[in-house]
């Protein structure tokens, strides 16, 4: 009798590939938090700040509890990190806060990724596609380099779910309407640059999906709602005198660096998935990489124009995911059904592994940005009787911005190329201050920080040249008296005129 059962026919594979089978959804939420904690824990190991950006970060939550310096930097948004900063910093304090919060939001993207996702190809190969973002080796830099992006693609991805699902004549869906109206003024309220990405991934999805009329009227409402968020973009818009540097406004990537590389891919699987279907959501998530693709591949020396276009590099992947996603859904009832079974898990496993050696070379390749306020910087910031310092000056911007959020003191910074207008006096003023520059000073600078690790800022030298063996060493600068030295860090007091 038992043998006249019908067995149930077994699940194709097993492991993780059974699981996502059965529940790729909470199979994909068991790895996005393995991935967190893997990130928090690289996070909580690194000595000193983690990343670029994290000054600015830590001076804009300052400035939101009236605290710090004012008119360093750009006003930042609300949440760029700002009240997604403050509670952690803190709760925990200024190093150990701060790199919690990376940690946990470079993972803020997932939720509307995945409902993107899954919108377009399914829960299973949604899952896959989102899964794989989480190794994505140009997402694993921005959790070092800046994770308030990540924040904000997050945002983006939400509206364009919402954009995608009113245009399938599913007007009155008020998580849709939510979604665009909502999405679009927290990309605002979160970061500048990803405004711009959703200007042109909302206006291609648009222009290629139907029912324009519905769709445009929910756009211009969310629009309307994001004026809301123009105090934080005055000072920031294209061609202002803090962004635009001198230099052409468009220039190209030089022919061998990896953008050309990464482009070439995204238009590839943009052609496939606008050839294989005739779906109005997926040809128009076909344009938005093809869109994203065509601007990664170009430079400018309007910081407001370059983010946009640097940054679509990073943004292309989460669209690109899924379009290949969608290009192997289609192209999967056509594969020869008489493959060996072990194929599929070596494949994931050749590609899990892949992903994680990228991850972690890309947290270490870029990690090395952390230097700016690494813990010679700090030790060295550590010496200063913060009663006695004026301003401070250093040697990069990023490390200014640090020395601002630790100190609460004002700073300068030289710049590794030609400063625009907003900075011409302070670059003029600084070097002065260290002797490039003679029978100008003013005692603009207290004290000067430099770290010759950088050797982009080297560059700047190039524009001013300094009758010096080595113009980072300032001992015959009579004003100049080194206060702490361990190997490139030096903290040097600048005597007043």
């Known amino acids: 009798m038992l043998s006249a059962v019908k067995a149930r026919p077994a699940l194709p594979g097993a492991g993780l590939i059974g699981l996502l089978y059965q529940a790729p959804g909470r199979t994909l939420m068991v790895f996005l938090c393995a991935i967190m904690g893997v990130r928090l824990g690289l996070a909580l190991t ?11 970060y830590i001076l804009g939550a300052q400035q939101l509890l009236s605290q710090g310096v004012d008119d360093v930097h750009f006003a930042r948004p609300p949440l760029a990190p700002g009240w997604l900063l403050v509670p952690l910093t803190e709760l925990i304090g200024g190093t150990t806060g701060y790199n919690v919060y990376a940690a946990i939001f470079s993972m803020s993207m997932f939720p509307g990724v995945y409902l993107l996702a899954r919108s377009l190809v399914g829960p299973r190969w949604g899952a896959l596609a989102t899964g794989a973002l989480a190794l994505d080796w140009r997402m694993w830099e921005l959790f070092v380099t800046g994770v308030v992006p990540v924040t904000a693609f997050g945002f983006l991805a939400l509206a364009l779910w919402g954009l995608i699902g009113i245009s399938r004549g599913r007007m009155y869906n008020k998580l849709y309407i939510l979604a665009i109206v909502a999405g679009l003024p927290l990309v605002a309220f979160t970061n500048q640059t990803t405004l711009g990405l959703a200007v042109v991934t909302l206006g291609v ?5 139907p029912n324009k009329l519905g769709t445009a009227r929910v756009l211009m409402l969310a629009g309307a709602v994001t004026l809301v968020a123009l105090p934080w973009y005055i000072d920031v818009l294209p061609g202002t005198a803090r962004v635009h540097y001198p230099g052409p406004l468009v220039y190209l990537h030089p022919a061998w660096s990896a953008q050309w590389h990464q482009s070439a891919v995204g238009l590839g699987i943009a052609a496939i998935l606008w050839r294989t279907t005739r779906a109005a959501p997926l040809r128009a998530l076909a344009a938005v990489v093809a869109a994203h693709s065509a601007l990664n591949v170009f430079l400018s020396f309007d910081e407001a124009v370059l983010n946009v276009m640097f940054r679509s590099g ?22 020869p059904h008489d493959l060996p079974r072990y194929l599929l898990p070596i494949g994931i496993a050749a590609f899990l592994a892949l992903g994680a050696y990228g991850a972690q070379d890309q947290f270490y390749g870029q990690a090395y940005y952390s230097d700016m306020a690494g813990p010679k910087v700090l030790r060295a910031l550590e010496v200063l009787d913060l009663e006695d310092v004026g301003r401070i000056g250093t040697n990069a911007e990023s490390r200014a911005l640090y020395i601002a959020a630790v100190t609460g003191k004002p700073v300068s910074w030289l710049q590794s190329a030609l400063p625009s207008e907003h900075y011409r006096a302070q670059e003029e003023a600084t070097r002065c201050e260290i002797g490039w520059l003679e029978g100008c000073r003013t005692g603009y600078i ?4 430099v770290d010759e690790w950088n050797r982009q800022q080297n560059a700047n030298l190039a524009r001013y040249p300094v009758d010096w063996e080595d113009p980072w060493d300032f001992s015959s600068v009579l004003h100049m008296n080194a206060l702490y030295r361990e190997g490139s860090v030096v903290l040097y007091e600048v005597q007043a005129p």
């Open 46 to 56: 690194y000595q000193g700040y983690l990343g670029v950006d994290g000054g600015a």
């Open 446 to 449: 207290t004290h000067f920080l």
């Open 314 to 335: 990073h943004w292309m992947q989460i669209p690109g995911w899924i379009a290949l996603a969608a290009v192997l859904r289609q192209a999967a009832p056509r594969a």
């Open 205 to 209: 999805a648009w222009l290629t999906l």
